[in-house]
C-alpha cells in the first residue's frame, strides 16, 4: 500500500458528462501529481500541485482542471468528456517541493470509462 | 528539453536469465533517474533512484540500475529473471526547477520473462 488514496475505482460515464477524481495523498506529503495512461499513450503528466498551489502543467485539456485542498486532497475534474477520455488517471505524491529529490508513491488509479 | 526515451517497447528474456531495460534521459543540469514498475491493474511502484554518489543503485526485489553520464543512460537490470519480474516498467526523470518538480515519464518497457 503507497498510502495514495484515489476514489473511485471506477468510472463508467457517458459522452458529454463532468467527473471528479479524487485524491488523497500520502500523510505529510505536499505535492499531488496526476497523470494520464491511455493504452496508446503511455504516461502523460497532466499537472502538478505543491501545498495548494498549481506548479507545472503537462498536457493538460482545457476541459480538465484540478485544485489542490488546504487539507492538501486534490481533485482532477473532467468535463464535455469524450470516448478518447477513456483511460487509467493515476495520481501520485511526493515529498518533493522545490530543490528537493524524493521519489513519488502513486495510487492505484481511477479507470475511467466513457460510453 | 527535458526528456527520457525508452527504446523498447517489449523485452523478452528466459527465466534465469539476466535482464536489461534501457533508458536514456536527456536534461539540463543534474539528472535525478527512477524506475518504477507497473503490474495488471496496479499503480506504479517504486524501484529504485539515482540522485547521486555512486553510479550503481540496487533497489527493491534484486533490481539494480547503472547511471552511465557519458552514455546518459540509467537501464535497469537484474542478474536472474523471475516469471513474477513480468510487469511494465518506467524510467523516469526529476526535473526540479524554480518552484517546481516535475517528473517525466518514458514510455514503459513490458517485460515478458518466460518459463
Known amino acids: 500500500d503507497s498510502g495514495v488514496t484515489q476514489t473511485p475505482k471506477h468510472l463508467i460515464t457517458a459522452t458529454g458528462q463532468r467527473v471528479t477524481l479524487r485524491c488523497s495523498p500520502r500523510s505529510g506529503d505536499l505535492s499531488v501529481y496526476w497523470y494520464q495512461q491511455s493504452l496508446d499513450q503511455g504516461l502523460q503528466f497532466l499537472i502538478q500541485y505543491y501545498n495548494g498551489e498549481e506548479r507545472a502543467k503537462g498536457n493538460i485539456l482545457e476541459r480538465f482542471s484540478a485544485q489542490q485542498f488546504p487539507d492538501l486532497h486534490s481533485e482532477l475534474n473532467l468535463s464535455s468528456l469524450e470516448l478518447g477520455d477513456s483511460a487509467l488517471y493515476f495520481c501520485a505524491s511526493s515529498a518533493s517541493g522545490p530543490l528537493t529529490s524524493t521519489e513519488a508513491f502513486f495510487g492505484q488509479g481511477t479507470r475511467l470509462t466513457v460510453v | 528539453a527535458q526528456s527520457v526515451a525508452q527504446p523498447e517497447d517489449q523485452v523478452n528474456v528466459a527465466e534465469g536469465n539476466p535482464l536489461t531495460v534501457k533508458c536514456t534521459y536527456s536534461v539540463s543540469g543534474n539528472p535525478y533517474l527512477f524506475w518504477y514498475v507497473q503490474y495488471p491493474n496496479r499503480g506504479l511502484q517504486f524501484l529504485l533512484k539515482y540522485i547521486t554518489g555512486d553510479n550503481l543503485v540496487k533497489g527493491s526485489y534484486g533490481f539494480e540500475a547503472e547511471f552511465n553520464k557519458s552514455q546518459t543512460s540509467f537501464h535497469l537490470k537484474k542478474p536472474s529473471a523471475l516469471v513474477s519480474d513480468s510487469a511494465l516498467y518506467f524510467c523516469?526523470?526529476?526535473?526540479?526547477?524554480?518552484?517546481?518538480?516535475?517528473?517525466?515519464f518514458g514510455t514503459g518497457t513490458r517485460l515478458t520473462v518466460i518459463p
Open positions: 523516469a526523470v526529476l526535473v526540479i526547477e524554480t518552484g517546481a518538480n516535475n517528473l517525466f
